[in-house]
């Protein structure tokens, strides 16, 4: 709604949607007190950042798949939370006796994600702030786009990345662990796992090995073939998962033989 309001403004009244957003720029930039939006998203109200009055990044068809497959007292893996949208969700489907883990290493990100889930009253989702990968008590490069704000930090983008220049970049330090690792020590069998590391789902996978033998959670992969490291492909990822017997989707519910970017579905068979 509030997108569509801004295009509106924008198209028809200029000079008045200028005004706003000069009026506005000092409370959609606060990250930590600014009065929140309501937002509604086809199924749930959700009270955000007032800087997403001209973002929508709702991802309806991953929202519905949630839905659809998710119980109360649930547990979910959610790796790449960026802003929390899909935490927030995925919070509500499973209800106080479920939880979320939720995974974001960005500065910039985990301000908002903090933020959502305090003004949403979110208090079954724990934030972690490493970065999840292959190796567990480890720390590596993450590289932020933007200073952060942007969806697509990762620790794979190279020196020479498609779509992101060489100056939106900025390399930061944070601590490295896996879903294995994670499982042992918060002893939690993981009823789905949601993976969007801009090009970095390889390494999440081998370090969830353990989980996805023992569990055989349902994975949400978000895929970035351009991001991935020149070393591997997007066949390696199609190799681990039918070696530990899982089928590939897309949200349209047809099998796949190959992965492009965008969303998919893995469940075991």
């Known amino acids: 709604m509030w997108v569509k309001l801004n295009l509106l403004l924008r198209k028809h009244t200029p000079r008045f949607h200028a005004f706003l957003k000069k009026a506005t720029l000092r409370w959609r930039n606060s990250k930590v007190y600014a009065l929140p939006i309501p937002v509604y998203t086809g199924s749930e109200l959700f009270l955000l950042h007032p800087s997403f009055l001209t973002h929508d990044q709702t991802e309806p068809h991953v929202q519905s798949y949630f839905r659809s497959v998710l119980r109360r007292g649930d547990v979910v893996f959610d790796i790449g939370a960026n802003f929390g949208f899909h935490t927030m969700s995925l919070s509500r489907l499973v209800g106080s006796t479920g939880r979320i883990i939720a995974f974001e290493p960005s500065p910039e990100n985990l301000k908002l994600l903090r933020y959502h889930c305090r003004t949403n009253f979110m208090r079954n989702v724990q934030i972690c702030t490493n970065a999840v990968g292959d190796v567990a008590n480890s720390s590596v490069d993450f590289v932020l786009i933007d200073g952060g704000k942007h969806a697509s930090n990762s620790f794979t983008i190279a020196d020479e990345s498609p779509y992101i220049l060489e100056q939106q970049k900025t390399v930061i330090r944070v601590p490295m662990t896996t879903i294995d690792m994670t499982c042992k020590k918060s002893n939690v069998k993981p009823t ?78």
Not at 228 to 234: A, L, V, Y
Request: with cysteine; charged share 25%.
């Open 192 to 269: 789905l796992i949601k993976i969007d590391v801009e090009g970095a789902e390889l390494f999440v996978l081998k370090g969830a090995e353990q989980t996805i033998t023992k569990y055989r959670p349902s994975i949400v992969i978000g895929i970035h073939p351009f991001w991935m490291p020149k070393d591997q492909s997007t066949g390696d990822i199609i190799q681990f998962l039918r070696a530990h017997n899982y089928e590939i989707k897309n949200f349209d519910g047809c099998l796949v033989d190959e992965l492009k970017y965008g969303d998919y579905i893995a469940t075991p068979r």
